[in-house]
């Protein structure tokens, strides 16, 4: 429990850090901006048609169960759009969150990572490692959303479990947007990431909830993506530390 306590902290913890590095704040304040015109777009759109939605699907139902049902989809709702957000604002930003990342790496170890030389070999290569994960996100929330949706049309206990395997993904998408940048600039596979994400637990569980839900609450998501990506590196950071620490001992 205690470990799962620390990974919560990592986004406050963050927040403290980018503070005190007002040299990184240009890094932040261009993608808060992009944020904000996707979220503005997102919310003006879908919001109100999935509360309509919701509506819909529960007309008829008894009303303990349909008032019980509402809830979880409404939270259901409010990750998706979410989800939603953090896809655009972390593609958009990608450029200046890689550059912010790579900088904090330097800052917490001495030394960083660096991304190869921008030339054109390796901007395609990029690309074309960039489109992969994102479909192999897509294929992982696919094969786990879709039977999960199914759920919601057993009355009660399905839209429950629809919501708990909802937030489970979605804490586990969250850890790979957000410690992607030092483990892209490793070239680490999609495979590899994930064996990440599940060698530090309960830590990493921690982490993905926390910004599962900054990026699930309306607004305040539209700060909370380069906080979650400074909190993804200094989690990496202190990680590889540590590792380095242990190696130590052990040789």
Not at 105 to 123: D, H, K, S
Not at 229 to 234: H, Q, R
Request: aromatic content about 10%; hydrophobic content about 55%.
């Amino acid at each position: 429990m205690h470990t799962f306590l620390i990974g919560m902290s990592y986004p406050f913890r963050a927040i403290r850090l980018i503070a005190g590095q007002p040299a990184l704040w240009r890094y932040i304040a261009i993608p808060i901006g992009l944020n904000l015109l996707v979220g503005f777009a997102l919310y003006t759109t879908l919001l109100l048609a999935g509360f309509q939605a919701i509506e819909t699907l529960l007309a008829g139902w008894p009303v303990w169960i349909a008032w019980l049902a509402q809830i979880v989809l409404v939270i259901a709702l409010f990750i998706g759009l979410g989800y939603l957000l953090v896809r655009f604002g972390v593609v958009l930003g990608s450029p200046f969150y890689s550059r912010l990342s790579e900088l904090l790496e330097e800052r917490l170890l001495g030394v960083a990572t660096t991304a190869p030389p921008a030339n054109v070999a390796n901007v395609l290569r990029d690309l074309s490692r960039a489109v992969l994960f994102e479909v192999k996100k897509l294929l992982l929330t696919l094969s786990i959303a879709l039977p999960a949706l199914l759920l919601n049309f057993i009355p009660g206990a399905g839209s429950i479990l629809a919501t708990i395997a909802g937030i489970t993904l979605g804490a586990t998408i969250a850890c790979l947007d957000f410690f992607d940048p030092p483990l892209e600039r490793r070239r680490l596979a999609f495979r590899a990431k994930l064996v990440f994400i599940r060698r530090h637990l309960p830590a990493s569980a921690g982490f993905g909830l926390i910004c599962l839900a900054l990026v699930s609450i309306p607004l305040l998501n539209l700060l909370a993506v380069p906080v979650c990506i400074t909190a993804g590196t200094l989690f990496f950071c202190e990680q590889a530390r540590s590792l380095q620490v242990v190696t130590a001992r052990q040789g």
